[in-house]
């Protein structure tokens, strides 16, 4: 993979080295299915199939992750023969230490906290192996920051007080790091071998099978004849696929491929192009029912259910996409940027009359969410349903006649019902039965072609969420150990004693430093842990403090300089990142601002607590602090953009910004000023409604 693209970095590379299908050669080959065999590991593990102790389940999808992982970077990298032998030793290695943590389970368990040399010899070997994953992988940021904790672990210390420690022996170290559930095997890798790994491939799936199109159809049916409707199509479709992705930079790469150059063609900055598709790609993460991997590590971090962590997110979600969607349409009329002519577009309610039943998945996999089934549950029945449709797709197409077409779907629907009354059992045997069918038809063969490369590439998608998961474990695992935490919390706490809102800027520019170069992942386990103990001390409520680290950890990714979605959308863009970037945060402003509400309003997060609730009750205080972001971001868009139905004064602009950020201050009084500023701008902006600024 070359390294350089004209006139421009590969940005896109430095970022995903893995961005490119599996090699056509004989190795190719075997990484491929390599990866298939991953896939169905981790599905057999899922369903039940096999159950492994959750130790040994989280040993082998590390094992698979260093398997898969550096042979397939060395190919994409263009290493020569010594630098691909090293990679293939290190799969080795990776694969060895996975195969000692199953063999030696029980004997581990009995001998912990005396590990022999083997232990710490295999152990060291581990941590080698996902250090140097990561660096390949995602560059030198995340594991500079990992090492200096893990440095901190063994040499803390000799540092000065308060941010010395007791002192550790290399044994504890390296136990603690590389066996048990406190390191390399904590609770990200759990959760990155569940619930992340199964909705990734729920996502392949349904991509493979046509919901990009579905999406991308609908959204140009009902947006694509507006003012700016490109890039509405483009906010719309990308917050769609965030539903079943959770992807950022994976969403930009897939509907950017098409948005991107529509937006363009119908004349809007490359840059603003690029920064829309990147926030509304980022948003995805934050968009319930699936949201991001982030969200599912929260859920189990804070021991809640997964629906709490979405009844969280909703709200804010829309406040963003509604933010993101104003502001294009700000834009597109400061340009008139007139939308495509409607007899060109396809009918929505044609696009989902063709593909309605892509729907049904997410449809049950939602109704399981909310209805208080895990995450695991319901992920592995939306992916026994994707496959269940897929492949029966193929056989229904084959039936002589509609009558048989019904009969088969009705029992079709029927053994996907069984799922819930004898287990996993009737759909495997479903998948079985439909899958030999398939091999004896041109179109079934082709169709299990497309779930076996739906196989290969979530297993190929999961290995950056994989990798980081495993190397922020040693974190999590010094800060465990140690007690890092504590320092860094009692520095907020001190801040705000004085001011609250001094310390969430803190946190936030914390999250957003991290950002500039460790994915949302990290980012969010690090800030959470650092920071998330603090802000609860300061009386805000636990899953908000979460969100508002988890929030700013997904904003890192558009603020410069080194916003991975950004430079993902450079490009397909043929724009410079740190531009796109510039522009992403203008679009994202709504993202800036909700959580810095949802602190002082926690029902902005449809959470208890907060003064506005105790004075006028919960539901009269969602009302009131949806309206007050909903004006806030609008008016924050007319001061970005300039334009509201006309081009807008410069002093016309800080009249909306003025309100803006006093409508989002909760100091005494800033409400009143606010709404007496909002009051106004609009009073001015009708009067002079007709006029053009000089």
Not at 509 to 521: D, N, R, S, Y
Not at 628 to 643: F, T, Y
Request: aromatic share 12%; charged share 10%; glycine share 10%.
């Amino acid at each position: 993979m070359s390294d350089t693209t004209q006139g421009h970095p590969a940005e896109d590379t430095q970022h995903d080295p893995l961005a490119e299908g599996f090699p056509a050669s004989p190795e190719g080959r075997a990484l491929f299915w390599l990866a298939v065999a991953f896939s169905l590991w981790q599905i057999a593990f899922a369903a039940h199939v096999i159950t492994p102790s959750s130790q040994v389940a989280r040993a082998i999808h590390v094992g698979f992750l260093l398997a898969l992982g550096f042979p397939l970077l060395s190919i994409a990298k263009g290493y020569g023969t010594a630098a691909k032998s090293l990679c293939y030793a290190l799969a080795a290695c990776g694969v060895a230490v996975a195969a000692y943590q199953w063999i030696e389970y029980t004997p581990l368990l009995l001998r912990a906290g005396d590990p022999t040399t083997l232990d710490l010899i295999v152990g060291s070997v581990l941590i080698v192996c996902v250090f140097s994953a990561a660096w390949l992988l995602m560059g030198p940021a995340l594991p500079i920051i990992s090492g200096a904790f893990l440095a901190y672990a063994f040499l803390g210390q000799y540092l000065p007080s308060p941010f010395n420690h007791r002192g550790y022996a290399f044994e504890q170290v390296i136990e603690q790091m590389s066996y048990g559930t406190e390191g390399i095997y904590g609770i990200p890798t759990y959760v990155s071998a569940t619930y992340i790994f199964l909705f990734i491939l729920f996502g392949s799936f349904l991509e493979k099978a046509g919901m990009i199109k579905l999406f991308t159809d609908v959204s140009l049916g009902m947006v694509g004849h507006k003012m700016g409707g490109a890039a509405k199509v483009s906010v719309l479709s990308s917050g769609l696929m965030g539903t079943i992705s959770g992807s950022g930079v994976a969403n930009v790469v897939t509907t950017g491929q098409f948005t991107i150059p529509l937006m363009k063609s119908f004349g809007y900055r490359s840059a603003f192009a690029g920064g829309v598709e990147a926030t509304a790609s980022m948003g995805g993460q934050i968009m319930p029912p699936v949201m991001g991997a982030v969200a599912f590590i929260m859920a189990e971090t804070l021991g809640v259910d997964y629906v709490e962590v979405v009844k969280a997110a909703l709200i804010p979600a829309i406040l963003y996409f509604l933010g993101a969607f104003w502001m294009v349409h700000l834009e597109a009329g400061k340009r008139n940027l007139r939308g495509l002519a409607k007899s060109e577009l396809t009918s929505p309610r044609k696009a989902l009359r063709e593909g309605w039943y892509l729907l049904l998945p997410l449809g049950v996999l939602v109704y399981l969410l909310f209805t208080g089934y895990t995450p695991l549950f319901a992920g592995t029945v939306g992916l026994s349903l994707t496959g269940l449709l897929i492949l029966g797709g193929s056989v229904a197409l084959g039936l002589p006649n509609q009558v048989l077409r019904i009969i088969f779907w009705i029992i079709i629907a029927l053994i996907a019902g069984a799922f819930f009354e004898v287990g996993i059992w009737a759909v495997l045997g479903a998948v079985a039965v439909l899958i030999a069918i398939n091999v004896f038809s041109k179109g079934g063969r082709e169709t299990l072609a497309l779930c076996r490369d739906s196989l290969a590439d979530g297993a190929k998608t999961a290995l950056p969420v994989g990798i980081a998961c495993a190397l922020v474990g040693t974190i999590i695992g010094v800060m465990t150990l140690t007690g890092a935490a504590t320092t860094f919390g009692q520095f907020i706490v001190g801040v705000g004693k004085t001011s609250l809102f001094l310390s969430l800027v803190l946190t936030m520019i914390t999250c957003i430093v991290l950002g500039m170069g460790i994915p949302t992942i990290p980012n969010y386990i690090i800030t959470s842990s650092i920071a998330g103990p603090a802000l609860l001390a300061l009386g805000v409520p636990l899953i908000v403090s979460h969100m508002f680290v988890f929030y700013f950890g997904i904003l890192a990714d558009l603020t410069p300089p080194v916003a991975l979605a950004c430079f993902a959308a450079a490009p397909i863009a043929k724009e410079s990142g740190l531009k796109i970037s510039f522009e992403a945060i203008k679009v994202a402003a709504a993202g800036f601002v909700v959580p810095f509400m949802a602190v002082y309003t926690p029902a902005l997060m449809l959470q208890d607590g907060g003064a506005l609730a105790t004075a006028i009750g919960y539901w009269p205080a969602v009302a009131y602090v949806i309206l007050k972001a909903v004006i806030a971001i609008a008016l924050w868009g007319v001061a970005v953009i300039g334009w509201l139905g006309r081009p807008m004064a410069l002093w016309e602009r800080g009249l909306a910004m003025a309100g803006a950020f006093t409508l989002v201050a909760a100091l005494p009084l800033t409400d009143e000023i606010g709404f007496a500023l909002v009051a106004l701008f609009a009073a001015l902006w009708w009067m002079r409604r007709s006029q053009v600024p000089a």
